[in-house]
């Protein structure tokens, strides 16, 4: 465990990032909702840490560690969350593929082997950040890899759906960024009151036409479209 500042303390896992790995993160995370400690405010994982804020006015950073060290004491509390596949579509190529020649050609395939192949997999959520909803997700295909852009973008658009080295990602608002964009979709990530995806998600990415795209969006407006979410 480190501080971080005045008000909150990184607690490190050790391991390489592996689903297991983010399992015992989750676990961790359900035992700090159970336990609720008082003047702690709220908690962060990421791949291989959880960072807890906490108010120093109630919780010195000696008190903290000694309540931390007790959870990892505690035996593993049944999580009450199912876990659930999110079907997500895409909309592939044209002008919201900006870079997807570049993944094509970084690794000498074709634009059609990168779409079917970024398919394939079902994808771990590890983390949410570095904006407001985006999903980090483990277990893309090395042979769909490539590095961020050297140069980021100004604007990249809401739903965006990107890679950089071997994760891929979807961005939930529109920002600056550096992962390339293989296509889009139309689902809204964040709103004032819940993110799409929590940590320990997997999602499966399936590909939709020009028109499909458009009727999902339209559904959405009208609070009509039906999520395809496998609970188990």
Known sequence: MQAVGDSAVKVNFT????PELNTAIQSFCHKLEQVLIDGVIEWVPAFDSVTIYYQPQKLVYKEITEKINDLFEMPAVQNE???????????????YAPDLERVAEYNGLNVNDVIRIHQEKEYLVYMLGFL???P?????????????LEEPRAK?????VGIAH????IYPVESPGGWNIIGKTPLELFDQDKFLFRLGDHIQFYSVEENVFAQIKEQIRNDTFKMIITEG
């Open 166 to 169: 071997e994760q891929t990602g």
């Open 136 to 148: 980090y997700l483990g277990g893309l295909d090395k042979r769909i890899a490539t590095p961020r």
């Open 81 to 95: 969350r199912s876990s659930r596949t999110i079907q997500v579509p895409v909309l592939y190529g044209g002008l």
């Open 156 to 160: 990249t658009f809401a739903g965006a």
């Open 132 to 134: 407001p909803g985006f």
């Open 15 to 18: 391991g390489r990032v592996t």
